[in-house]
């Protein structure tokens, strides 16, 4: 008998890794080509589509040089809840909204993380459609005129941050599309703030310490976003010390090759954005490390090149447990941790910081 | 330190030979028995109703309800605003009948509507889903879907559920279709035996009629801050409306009540360690007299009157204990049929108690055991000073000292008369609600104060027979003299046997007190033809109410003269639950009535329309210290209702008394319009039999749940349930009579023992076995006589104690005092059978006694 705390495992596992075969259902619309963006319009919410999550990550550091990383992603999740759409309450389920918090403790090596899920209930959690406001609880992003706040985690870890961004967004993908999968609505409506100086307090472990340093944005939206036959994907984002970044994903079939699908960007110092296809990069893992916890084994580190920058890069985590194992009877697990980069372009040394986020590792997922 | 060894060694030898101290053993053991039972089955009851409390209580740690009924759902925004407040579980909750069960008996339910995403993180429960893991769909559509309910597996279990099957619940008369789509294990699980239910608030908020309502609101606060802060910010915060408490104050009333029950309980079961008590002295009281010369051998030996004491002590001190291990081990055995009496009592009377586990705690063990240690000693401290100041030579030559015969009555007399002035100014100390300590001494005292009055009614008794027997046949002039002479021994005998008697035949005065005024009660103010309530009615927090429709269509009916709906709500007054009841007063005061404490129920009624005031219960008088006239100020849904107390009635129900409001004020202060009851009055009574069936026929169709019954049936069940509530008081005191027979018949051996050579010389001069055996019976029927008497007369004040100082304090119920004179005739027959059966074993010993090693017995 498969036993599960009721509440966050089934959901999260659902939310994140299940998305095939949902854009077919009538409420929910596909992402397309042509799309046109529309701001502060689409910092909100979409409730049209099926899924739709606001990431930041970045790397901050103490006045002491203590470094730390952080991640915050809001999801928002449509239900169909084809028997009780009816229902006049207000409890009614239309979205679940879900939030992971993770805080990397590079000095002290510690890792901490905690999630929330929650319907919208009377206020509980939500996201405004007209500009970036989500929240479950006391955890938010809020977009305040030009800046981001950021606020999550409990009394002993906690992030309030207030992010500027350095450069303006970018759409990522092509014509307003970021393709997962060949399919037709296989795809994500997609746009970053790449480069997003932060400044605010952590509380870490109890003790609450003034940070700064970079953060990077994500803003994703779309129906279906992972095909049939694919397994996870690995994402790289790196903010180099020249002030230019890169966005790498591939996306990983079940016989383990890459999806030609798989795509990134380099998003130069004066903020103009070049789109790359998978011929146009190489991702190759390195070295291996197994979690105790959950028994997967994921590539930490890799090489990373793209020949028509003429740069080559090795990537390695800043910590190696910074896996999230949501539930452990449903293993919902993925790796999403602050990593080092460091190589050459055009034969210059260059480093930089960056997150990377590596999922579908963990067998388990599928159930036994 | 030999001596001591030695002396030890012929006092245990002595106790094992002798078969009295068996007896005593077994009379002792039963009391403590008794005793450790009923506190086992208490603790039992009590910690599976805590059990499943706090389960459900879980991580809770301040819950908010409204004062005058559900929550608006907009307050969480409010309550969101504090900074300590972490987590939130708003709550919409209903008691509803399943409307069929393959059991055949339609169960009752606790439904919860809640927040299933995080309900988890408020109270342990586990759900078992399928083997596969659900896909997406499957997942919300099993949870979201406005059909899916959680069933617990030992209910599942129970009426043979499984996942994906149907279960109907019953609501106004109509059927609310659920699915079974999940079994929830773990310790929520386990409350209300397993009757409790999980729905998704949405579908509980659109299914139960709640839309936008909470009933309550379960909060989990931040950790370093109090709680009490808490409450205070948010009360003041939230408004008037708002009651916000700890989520143990939920269930105060009900521990008071069960508290007071179970007190009850062990007082009764303490009669018997009473008892017990008595007999341990009697047995020691007995010894010394037996082994006068023995004493008196070792006193000549150099033996210390310290010495002897402590050697008495000690055989009071071993009976004690082993009494006290025995007592423990059945009532251990006992207390496995005492908990099932209990917790079905306690569910039919306050609050319904999942099959309480039986669980021995070793404590109570050791109370029991420690019990009879501290009673023993206690009872032996007397016969062993007794044996202490025997002068040796006295003791030798057997000869009863001047202080054998002559027992100073008088004194003993005065001192029971003293203790009856103490008791009395005891029962008259002001009264307090809860615990009747003074009544419970009181009680103590006048039992102590009767005892010391035997000696003298023995003597007084005496003299009349012997002047009553003047020409009767010798065994009963010879079983006189007998009874005067050994005072000192039959004394403590007839007492603890008077002592049973008296708190049996006070507990039958007070039952049939009580059920006198009940049956008074219910004749008088249930008037009504036909009752109609839906089938979970009689549960007590049932949700289930009747169709809209069905009020006035009974109405239209030919045959009806008038009905009455009554509806039956809990607001919260004074902080504290209090039920409210709406009815149509008019057609009550036309056809029904209330036992007002003053004024005739129709005047006082008509009033209270008139003036838009309540009429409230005694009890609810007492509970709050409210007098007719007080202003009061009621929470509604719109604001606070003024009103006034126009009257206070009598009523005996065990929900912490009532309020009662013309129906119409229900509908506009709180927009209630729900019926529980139709009280229907007929044209023509004689036949409320015929239209019971045509009500059947119209509304009562199985599945509606809808439940007619006539007056004389109803209170036929009301009686049922009064009836079961007493059995156990009743277990409890022929328990009590047992162990005072077994001194009895303890007495009787010792007596014939002693008289070995009497009885010897008896038979000598031509005495045949029948008349020796009649010798005996006479004496104990004496015995049973005296007990009798005195046992009557301390049964009534003691019953009086019972009625107006222990149970109004307790219960707050004033119940009218009915001396049924038939008890004398019953306890008369009680008595004296109870006495011969003691006397007949020892009777027939004596007359097996040989002539020849009798009469060469010196």
Not at chain 1, 175 to 189: C, T, Y
Not at chain 2, 507 to 536: C, H, K, N, Y
Request: aromatic residues 10%; glycine residues 8%; contains cysteine.
């Amino acid at each position: 008998m498969n036993k599960y705390r009721l509440g966050y495992a089934l959901f999260c596992w659902i939310m994140l890794f299940q998305f095939q075969a949902f854009a077919e259902s009538g409420r929910f619309e596909k992402a397309r080509t042509g799309y046109t963006y529309n701001f502060p319009r689409d910092h909100g919410s979409h409730p049209d589509f099926l899924i739709e999550w606001w990431y930041f990550t970045g790397n901050l550091t103490a006045k002491n040089g203590a470094p730390y990383g952080y991640e915050l992603t809001f999801f928002r999740r449509g239900i169909e809840n084809t028997q009780g759409k009816n229902n006049p309450s207000k409890w009614t389920v239309r979205d679940i909204y879900l939030a992971h918090f993770a805080v990397t403790d590079i000095g002290n090596k510690t890792f901490y993380y905690d999630e929330k899920i929650s319907r919208e209930g009377i206020g509980k959690a939500g996201a405004l459609t007209d500009k970036m406001e989500v929240w479950i609880d006391r955890w938010s992003a809020v977009q305040n005129g030009e800046t981001m706040l950021l606020s999550a985690g409990d009394k002993s870890w906690k992030l309030d941050l207030t992010l500027t961004p350095l450069k303006p967004l970018v759409i990522q993908g092509e014509g307003g599309i970021s393709k997962k999968g060949e399919v037709d609505g296989a795809a994500s409506h997609y746009y970053s703030f790449t480069r997003l100086q932060s400044k605010g307090t952590l509380i870490v472990n109890g003790e609450e310490v003034s940070v700064s340093g970079l953060s990077w944005m994500d803003h994703e939206f779309g129906s279906a976003l992972l095909g049939d036959g694919q397994v996870g994907w690995d994402w790289f984002s790196i903010q180099l010390d020249d002030g230019s970044e890169y966005m790498f994903y591939q996306i990983r079939e079940k016989d383990g090759q890459k999806d030609p699908i798989s795509s990134g960007s380099i998003i130069f110092p004066d903020g103009t954005k070049q789109h790359l296809k998978a011929k146009d990069f190489t991702l190759t893992p390195q070295a291996f490390w197994k979690s105790p916890k959950s028994g997967a084994t994921y590539p930490l580190e890799w090489t990373l090149s793209v020949p028509s920058e003429r740069l080559r890069l090795s990537a390695k985590p800043a910590l190696k447990d910074q896996e999230l194992v949501t539930n452990k009877s449903t293993r919902v697990v993925y790796w999403e941790g602050a990593s080092l980069f460091k190589g050459e372009k055009d034969g210059q040394a260059i480093q930089g910081k960056g997150y990377i986020e590596l999922t579908g590792y963990a067998r388990a997922l599928q159930g036994k | 330190m030999t001596q001591k060894i030695l002396l030890q060694f012929i006092s245990l030898r002595h106790l094992l030979r002798e078969k009295r101290t068996w007896l005593t053993l077994i009379g002792v053991a039963l009391g403590i028995s008794v005793f450790v039972s009923i506190r086992i089955a208490n603790q039992s009851v009590l910690s599976a109703y805590h059990q499943s409390v706090d389960a459900f209580t879980g991580e809770t740690t301040i819950e908010v309800v409204g004062r005058s009924g559900p929550l608006d759902e907009i307050l969480l925004m409010d309550i969101r605003k504090d900074p300590d407040v972490l987590k939130i579980a708003p709550i919409v909750q209903s008691v509803l009948p399943m409307a069929s069960g393959k059991s055949g008996r339609g169960e009752i339910m606790l439904v919860m509507g809640v927040d299933l995403l995080q309900e988890a993180s408020f109270r342990p429960f586990e759900v078992a889903g399928e083997e596969k893991p659900l896909d997406l769909t499957t997942a919300f559509d099993a949870l979201l879907n406005p059909e899916s309910i959680l069933l617990t597996r030992t209910f599942a279990e129970r009426q043979g559920l499984n996942i994906g099957d149907p279960f109907p619940l019953r609501k106004e008369g109509a059927l609310l279709d659920f699915k079974v789509a999940g079994i929830i294990e773990g310790e929520v699980a386990q409350t209300r035996g397993g009757n409790i239910a999980f729905i998704d608030i949405a579908a509980a908020q659109w299914r139960l009629n709640k839309l936008g309502l909470l009933d309550r609101v379960d909060l989990i606060t931040a950790d370093g801050v109090p709680v009490e802060t808490i409450i205070s910010r948010l009360s003041k915060q939230l408004g008037e409306s708002v009651l916000v408490r700890h989520p143990q104050q939920r269930n105060q009333q009900v521990e008071k009540m069960l508290f007071s029950f179970q007190l009850n309980l062990t007082a009764l079961s303490a009669i018997s360690l009473f008892v017990g008590l008595f007999l341990i002295y009697n047995t020691l009281l007995v010894s010394v007299v037996h082994r006068r010369k023995e004493i008196g051998l070792l006193r000549s030996l150099g033996v210390d009157r310290a010495q002897i004491f402590r050697l008495f002590t000690l055989e009071g001190l071993v009976i004690g204990t082993s009494g006290g291990f025995l007592g423990v081990l059945a009532g251990a055995m006992l207390a496995r049929w005492v908990v099932q009496i209990l917790s079905t009592t306690v569910t039919s009377l306050y609050v319904a108690i999942p099959p309480s586990p039986l669980s021995l705690p070793m404590p109570l063990f050791v109370e029991g055991v420690l019990i009879g240690v501290v009673v023993s000693t206690f009872s032996a401290l007397f016969p062993a000073w007794q044996a202490a100041r025997l002068k040796p030579r006295e003791a030798m030559e057997g000869v009863f000292g001047p202080e054998e015969g002559g027992i100073d009555h008088r004194r003993l007399l005065g001192g029971g008369a003293l203790l009856a002035l103490v008791s009395y100014a005891l029962s008259q100390w002001p009264m307090a609600w809860g615990f009747s300590w003074n009544g419970y001494l009181a009680s103590a005292l006048i039992l102590n104060a009767f005892s010391l009055v035997v000696p003298s009614v023995i003597l007084f008794f005496s003299k009349g027979i012997h002047r009553l027997t003047a020409g009767a046949a010798p065994a009963w002039r010879l079983a006189q003299g007998h009874l005067e002479q050994a005072i000192r021994r039959n004394g403590p005998t007839i007492s603890a046997f008077m002592a049973a008697l008296a708190m049996m035949i006070s507990v039958v005065i007070m039952i049939e007190s009580f059920r006198t005024t009940v049956v008074l009660w219910i004749d008088q103010t249930i008037q009504s033809d036909i009752l109609g309530f839906p089938a979970s009615y009689m549960v007590s927090d049932s949700d289930e109410t009747l169709p809209q429709e069905l009020l006035p269509g009974i109405k239209n009916m030919d045959e009806v003269k008038a009905v009455d709906g009554y509806r039956s709500r809990i607001i919260a007054f004074r902080d504290e639950p209090v039920e409210l009841v709406g009815r149509d007063l008019a057609v009550h005061a036309q056809n029904s009535k209330y036992l007002f404490q003053q004024g005739t129920s129709e005047g006082v009624i008509q009033q209270v329309i008139e003036q838009q005031a309540v009429v409230i219960s005694e009890v609810l008088a007492n509970r709050f210290q409210l007098k007719e006239g007080d202003r009061i100020t009621l929470p509604t849904p719109k604001g606070p209702f003024p009103t006034t107390i126009g009257g206070i009635f009598y009523d005996y129900g065990t929900d912490g008394g009532k309020m009662v409001m013309d129906r119409s004020l229900l509908k506009t202060h709180w927009s209630d319009h729900e019926i529980d009851v139709v009280a229907i009055y007929l044209k023509d009574n004689t036949k409320p039999d015929t239209v019971q069936t045509q009500l059947h026929s119209k509304w009562g169709q199985t599945d509606q749940g809808l439940v007619f019954t006539t007056q004389v049936h109803f209170k036929k069940e009301i009686m049922d349930i009064f009836d079961q509530t007493f059995l156990i008081t009743y277990a409890l005191e022929w328990i009590a009579i047992v162990v005072a027979l077994l001194g009895i018949a303890n007495t009787l051996f010792v007596s014939i023992l002693e008289r070995r050579r009497e009885i010897g010389i008896f038979r000598a001069i031509g005495a045949s076995r029948p008349q020796v055996i009649r010798v005996v019976l006479v004496e104990a029927f004496y015995m049973g006589v005296i007990g009798n008497i005195v046992g009557l007369a301390c049964g009534f004040f003691l019953s009086l104690l019972l009625i107006f100082v222990i149970n109004k304090a307790s219960f707050g119920w004033t119940l009218q005092f009915h001396f049924p004179p038939v008890v004398i005739l019953h306890s008369f027959l009680l008595a004296i059978g109870t006495a011969l059966l003691a006397g007949y074993f020892p009777a027939k010993k004596a007359a097996e006694i040989d002539l020849k090693e009798a009469i060469a017995y010196e």
